[in-house]
């Protein structure tokens, strides 16, 4: 009686038994798939998969039809269908993280971050030139955008969420249909409206411009989201020691937000780090490290990409995939950054 | 009180003050502020169709519908060497239905298999897996679209030519896939399949937090009732999740429309309408609009702007009523 230990028992859990049954199953199935390939013409690996799902489902629904009816039978159909769901919609992801590695690694040199473009040309052996004239350009163009879209996407959101006007229904719908807008939409209208009446040649702050549209609603929305968080407690008390609706916010709601706020930042960030088509139409692409925003083209990691990508020869495209890499290794930071932020965010 | 206080000194005695709502001059400046701020994405959107039916104007006044219903692209020149308007002609036509053609094909594509993925993830996954793949899927959102376009250049269009082979081998009587000569190549399909797996994470963002607000107590009744998953999904999550699967997916037909890079690089151009998915001849506006502009004149240039007020109204649209109609789905949450 002494040692009597009441262990939690777990009955979802499944059995032994019951595991070697699925691996049964997908065997049989496995085997029935390979029998119909190896008789019938229908050969090659989408053969292989297309059959080995059919008979997975055939398997399945016999098992639980034999064993408990035709309604589990159904629920086991339903299974095979939502999990094949989720591995065609991941294994693109694979593939490219996959086909980045393999393929960047071969442009991947010390010499990228210490040389630009100007004295070699695309085709050049791998190990000449470098892209830091467009990491520059992507930092100068994209610190720009923030500098423009920051304040107002936080003033949106404020808006929204602090001081509910009798505009907030139709902004909030504003900025969701704004989020929708085409990048090259937005590399058009600074063309139009910038570009052609007034600088009349392209440059880095008109990059910087075209990617703060397609930041704004980024920011917004994230922000207006973040302080939607924030207890209405928080404000009730800077009201109640006598704070005006400025002092609340700005000393108060803000700064309980800071985490999210800045979560919203790195995800407008990774937005738009990565956009193309408005800076190939605005901000020219200079092969030389150009840290003037205001004066002659710039150059841009995507830029650069694209440049590769349709020059078209074995040296350009692998310098692409550097390239590709590198971008994305930003990106891969940045959402990174911005889960750990809003990770220890919620665990408060 | 004041007894008291008139004792030590008689005139400093602090003045009444006045209870009042009327907010401070402090206040009603930094209303005004945010106010402005809060109103600038309607600025935005507002200069971006003033400014883009301004330079698109001549164009458009020029070609009138024929500029929707026409698909000609052709710019003629008068004998001083610039642009007659009068004998250019202008039309998006072939351009805008192969735009919608690959939305469409991507959508019906996508949808699919991100309800799939977002049920899968909502009422199936483990905790842990669950966790691991909403972060993976969230960050193949955030993947930059020329990946998109190089991946599916070099890595995708190969396999999926092979499918369109076998499509047409065996589903060729079907009008959509009927295709007199055998080309295969940068075929709206390849692009409607890359646009596909662009979008499939939009969509299942979406429907996962529509599904994962369905009401508890009616998925414990469901189950207290003796279903099985599947039947509750399909007698409680289904009918509720509905509408809001419909705006998720609207919001990816407006993604996929507005889409430049990826298509631009998957699709081969061709002015002339084509419905017929398996051929190598599409259109696009996004990818025209890149196309023309680098060798584009004055008046050309004009015309791609007017193009791309088009793209940006259609766009505006999709995405305007895929908002209402998630947003009335979703209730109080987003």
Redesign the interface.
């Known amino acids: 009686m002494s040692n009597l230990t009441l262990k939690p028992t777990k009955p979802w859990k499944r059995t032994p038994k019951q595991q070697l049954l699925i691996a049964v199953n997908l065997l049989v199935a496995a085997a029935i798939s390979f029998v119909i390939v190896l008789v019938t013409p229908m050969k090659g690996k989408l053969a292989y998969l297309l059959l080995f799902f059919i008979s997975t489902i055939i398997v399945n629904f016999a098992e639980n039809y034999f064993k408990s009816g035709i309604a589990p039978a159904k629920d086991s159909i339903a299974t095979s269908f939502v999990t094949a769901g989720l591995i065609i919609a991941v294994v693109p992801i694979f593939s490219i993280l996959f086909t980045i590695f393999e393929r960047g690694r071969a442009g991947l040199n010390f010499n990228l971050f210490s040389h630009d473009m100007k004295s070699n040309g695309p085709n050049d052996p791998l190990g000449q030139g470098g892209l830091l004239h467009a990491l520059v350009g992507s930092g100068i163009m994209v610190g720009i955008a923030l500098l423009i879209s920051l304040p107002i996407g936080i003033l949106t959101a404020i808006y929204l969420t602090e001081i509910k006007g009798i505009f907030s229904r139709p902004i909030k719908f504003l900025v969701q249909a704004m989020s929708g807008v085409p990048s090259i939409v937005a590399g058009l209208f600074i063309l139009s409206a910038v570009v052609f009446p007034i600088t009349k040649s392209s440059s880095g702050l008109m990059g910087g411009l075209a990617l703060s549209i397609l930041m704004i609603p980024t920011i917004a929305r994230t922000s207006e989201e973040v302080l939607l968080l924030i207890p209405s407690d928080l404000r009730e008390a800077g009201v109640a020691l006598g704070g005006t609706q400025w002092r609340t916010i700005s000393l108060i709601v803000v700064p309980a937000a800071k985490s999210g706020l800045i979560t919203a930042i790195i995800l407008g960030l990774a937005r738009v780090a990565g956009e193309t088509a408005p800076l190939i139409l605005v901000s020219g692409g200079g092969d030389a490290v150009n840290p003037n925003p205001f004066h002659s083209p710039m150059g841009s990691l995507p830029f650069y990409i694209w440049k590769g990508f349709t020059f078209g020869t074995t040296e350009s495209i692998a310098r692409s995939w550097a390239g590709i890499f590198v971008l994305l290794s930003i990106i891969f930071i940045l959402f990174i950054a911005a889960r750990t932020l809003s990770g220890s965010e919620e665990k408060k | 009180m004041s007894g008291t206080n008139s004792a030590i000194s008689p005139t400093s005695t602090p003045e009444k003050r006045e209870i009042t709502t009327k907010?401070?001059f402090?206040?009603k400046?930094?209303?005004g502020?945010?106010?402005?701020?809060?109103?600038?994405?309607?600025v935005?959107?507002g200069?971006?169709l003033i400014?883009?039916g301004?330079?698109g104007f001549q164009v458009l006044r020029s070609e009138g519908f024929g500029f929707i219903t026409g698909s000609n692209w052709q710019v003629m020149q008068d004998n001083a060497g610039n642009t007659d308007l009068a004998a250019s002609s202008f039309g998006i036509a072939a351009m805008l239905v192969g735009t919608l053609l690959c939305a469409a094909l991507a959508v019906s594509i996508a949808v699919?298999?991100?309800?799939?993925?977002a049920?899968?993830?909502t009422f199936?996954?483990p905790q842990f897996l669950k966790k691991i793949?909403v972060?993976?899927?969230?960050?193949?959102a955030?993947?930059?679209?020329?990946?998109?376009?190089?991946?599916g250049?070099?890595?995708?269009m190969p396999h999926v030519e092979?499918?369109a082979k076998?499509i047409h081998k065996y589903f060729g009587w079907i009008p959509l896939f009927k295709m007199e000569v055998p080309v295969f190549t940068r075929s709206p399909f390849v692009a409607g399949v890359v646009l596909a797996?662009m979008i499939?994470?939009i969509i299942?963002s979406v429907s996962r937090e529509i599904f994962s607000q369905t009401p508890l107590d009616r998925v414990q009744a469901a189950y207290a009732l003796g279903a099985?998953?599947?039947?509750m999904?399909r007698a409680v999550v289904i009918p509720y999740g509905k509408s809001g699967v419909v705006g998720g997916a609207m919001?990816g037909l407006?993604?996929a429309?507005?889409?430049?890079?990826a298509v631009y690089?998957v699709l081969n151009l061709v002015y002339q309408i084509n419905w017929h998915v398996l051929i190598g001849a599409g259109g696009n506006v996004?990818s025209m609009?890149?196309l023309k502009?680098g060798e584009a004149g004055p008046t050309e240039t004009r015309a791609?702007?007017a193009a791309?007020l088009v793209?940006?109204l259609l766009?505006?649209l999709?995405?305007?009523i895929?908002?209402t109609i998630v947003s009335r789905t979703g209730g109080k949450g987003?």
């Open positions: 907010p401070r402090s206040d400046v930094f209303r502020v945010a106010t402005v701020g809060g109103l600038s994405s309607l935005i959107l200069l971006i400014f883009l301004y330079q699919p298999i991100s309800v799939l993925c049920l899968y993830l199936y996954a793949m972060a993976i899927i969230d960050l193949m955030a993947f930059p679209s020329i990946l998109f376009g190089m991946w250049f070099f890595v995708l092979y499918w076998l797996i499939i994470p299942t099985t998953r599947w039947s999904i919001l407006g993604r429309m507005g889409e430049t890079v690089t996004a609009i890149l502009f791609l702007m791309g793209l940006f766009t505006l999709v995405n305007s895929a908002n987003r």
